[in-house]
């Protein structure tokens, strides 16, 4: 199976994991970025804006991974999230689903395990940015707008885009006036 085209954040304050894991993301995944804590995990985050999928420990010094967590969703919000823990507790886990945590998955990792859960979440990456392409054509084709624009709206107001927008190639479709091709 060849690699999907998404960048991974690893974080784990255990270097021999991190290690171990980042060695099977690199089996996945064209990118893999590591940092040993989630200070460090923004640091790396600040310079590398395209980053996917977070991946990390709930447990570690300096700023945990809930913190970090908590601060991607409000800063880096497209990014999808997977944490990886030994102590599943409930409030931890309330709160990492109230900051969208896509994924839990429990140390001892088993490694097919994580590969599959890992591979499930880049190909929902893969599948939203194709659906931005076909969102950017159809914005840009029907009303002029840039994905830009159209993200900058609330979501109350890119439903109603989003609605015109299906209206209009729906109408088109059933004239026969959509282009296909490249």
């Known amino acids: 199976m060849d690699k999907l085209n998404v960048k991974v954040l690893l974080v784990d304050d255990e270097d021999y994991l991190r290690a171990i894991y980042a060695r099977e993301l690199k089996q996945h995944v064209n990118f893999v970025l590591t940092a ?29 991974g809930l913190q970090l967590i908590e601060r991607v969703s ?16 409930f409030d931890s886990m309330k709160k990492a689903l109230d900051f969208g945590v ?9 490694m097919d395990l994580f590969a599959h859960r890992v591979q499930k979440v880049a190909w929902q990456v893969v ?50 006036r959509v282009a296909y091709g490249g």
């Open 74 to 89: 409000k800063e880096y919000s497209r990014i999808l999230t997977i944490i990886i823990t030994s102590n599943r507790d």
């Open 36 to 64: 040993e804590n989630g200070e460090h995990a923004l640091e790396v985050l600040s310079k590398n804006n395209d980053v996917d999928i977070l991946i990390t420990d709930l447990r570690m010094p300096k700023m945990d």
């Open 127 to 176: 599948r939203a940015r194709k659906r931005d392409h076909i969102l950017e054509y159809l914005l840009f084709s029907f009303t002029n707008q840039s994905m830009e624009d159209f993200y900058k709206m609330d979501e109350v107001k890119q439903s109603k885009v989003l609605d015109a927008v299906q209206e209009l190639v729906c109408a088109k479709i059933s004239k026969g």
């Open 102 to 110: 896509h994924d839990f998955l429990d140390k001892p990792i088993q």
